[in-house]
């Protein structure tokens, strides 16, 4: 009974910090012809009816090559070092492939349908083409330019699910084929979501080879270390050692190997988490309940990869301060942050935290108390880490820690940055709402924009 309770305590507890929350799935195609897949659809239909933010991309390769076959038009992949391949989509073809792709969306659609629960399959993608790659014409593949955010969000606000197809548009309503795990990356980033789930219909992970001591450490989970043993949680870094470890061994052997579909799903589950992209987790479709039960319990079903900013992300210390006022530098020249001296950091000390690698802070950011309210000031990232999400991923940790020592609101003071800050979820004020002792030290004439957070 105990157990049970844990269970559901659990259960409140993720609800009570995700609700409201973002969350992207890439879903493979072979997942919608399993026994699971109207359950599946049910428990993603139930997120979005109790305040989750639910955005699929659905794969579709698969029923592309086979509706391309069934029109007698050869399918050629190029190479790619990012998606491992990708398809090369001529004129005629590519009608063929909007086609196969709307028709897996609607599968989505229709499933959520079943589940009173409304859905929009959108052109929310702007594209461009990938023109010439190593010599090869792409024709009419493409890659993501740009995420169209508000409609996504207008959308998720009135408690709908957003389905985007593997198809985007140029400025000229031209369509492109590009690539699902692309556009699943982009919009992840786009929305500041702090989920992004790999559906996938086998436990292809475990055909990966481990480093000897990942086999032996609490990573491992199941019933005396069979091989159907799942992997729990990986970092980043343990992430990075077994695709070494797999392609050194591919090289190796000079062959295709059975393990590229689950080096595909841990190259894509590392490039999320680098963007900024808080949990990723990569769940077997084929298990009942999979998503709610890695979602909203502690054990969870699948593998997380996870950079845990309480590790990466600690108090400033006096030999921080060159490195950070490095890093400022530049956004001061630009009039993005005020000028602040070693002195003023040093006065504040208590305030600061950075964003340390290898012992060294590529990343800070302040939070100055005022009462009840917070002000996140000072957020300045590293160029050299610019494209690792540091300033979304330290900002929230502020976030947490105002909501922790029982702040009512959180503050930022802008002149450049707004679009950045309303994809974390502030909201345009006014000076009136700045604490009283702050606004008596406004500054008019640098018209910065006031963005509040409200915290719960």
């Keep these: 009974m105990n157990s049970e309770m844990d269970l559901v305590r659990e259960a409140f507890h993720y609800q009570n910090r995700f609700a409201g929350s973002t969350m992207v799935f890439k879903i ?11 359950s ?26 086979s509706v391309l076959a069934e029109n007698g038009i050869v399918t050629q992949y190029a ?47 702007r594209a461009r083409g990938l023109g010439v790659l190593d010599g090869c014409d792409m024709e009419c593949s493409g890659k993501v330019e740009k995420i169209l955010v508000k409609p996504i969000e207008k959308i998720l606000d009135s408690g709908m699910v957003s389905i985007l197809p593997c198809i985007g548009w140029g400025p000229s309503g031209k369509p492109y084929n590009v690539h699902s795990d692309e556009i699943a990356l982009a919009v992840a980033s786009a929305l500041g979501a702090v989920k992004f789930f790999i559906v996938t219909a086998g436990k292809n992970l475990l055909t990966l080879d481990l480093p000897e001591y990942l086999k032996t450490i609490r990573h491992i989970s199941g019933n005396n270390n069979k091989s159907s043993d799942r992997i729990v949680r990986l970092t980043p870094k343990e992430a990075e050692e077994i695709l070494d470890l797999n392609n ?41 309940g999979a998503v709610l039960r890695e979602l909203f319990s502690n054990l969870g079903a699948g593998t997380m990869l996870y950079a845990d900013e309480y590790e990466s992300i600690r108090p400033l210390e006096t030999q921080d301060i060159p490195d950070v006022l490095r890093i400022m530098e530049p956004l001061m020249q630009h009039g993005i942050l005020i000028r602040r001296t070693a002195e003023d950091i040093q006065e ?27 002000e996140i000031a000072a957020i300045a990232v590293d160029n050299a880490y610019i494209d690792m999400g540091l300033g979304s991923r330290i900002v929230r940790f502020l976030i947490n820690k105002a909501v922790k020592d029982g702040l009512r609101r959180v503050f930022v003071l802008t002149t450049q940055t707004q679009d950045w800050f309303e994809t974390l979820g502030f909201k345009e004020s006014n000076t009136e709402s700045l604490p009283e002792e702050r606004r008596k030290i406004y500054d008019p004439e640098r018209k910065s924009k006031i963005y509040t957070l409200e915290l719960q």
């Design 28 to 38: 493979d195609f072979s997942v919608t012809s399993e026994a699971a897949f109207p």
């Design 348 to 374: 504040k000390k208590e305030d600061y935290w950075v964003f340390g690698i290898d012992g060294q802070a590529h990343a800070s950011a302040a939070l100055h108390m005022w009462g009840e309210q917070g």
């Design 40 to 65: 599946l659809m049910k428990d993603l239909a139930l997120l979005a009816q109790t305040g989750f933010h639910v955005v699929i991309v659905p794969g579709a390769k698969e029923w592309i090559d």
């Design 248 to 288: 050194s061994a591919a090289d190796k052997n000079k062959a295709v190997t059975g393990n590229n579909k689950a080096s595909e799903e841990l190259r894509l589950a590392l490039a999320v988490s680098k963007a900024g992209i808080e949990r990723v987790h990569i769940i077997d479709g084929r298990e009942e």
């Design 79 to 125: 190479p790619s070092a990012v998606h491992g391949s990708i398809r090369i989509t001529s004129a005629k073809a590519l009608p063929f492939v909007e086609m196969a792709a709307f028709h897996v969306a609607t599968r989505f659609m229709t499933a959520l349908s079943a589940n009173r629960c409304d859905s929009v399959i959108g052109n929310f993608v």
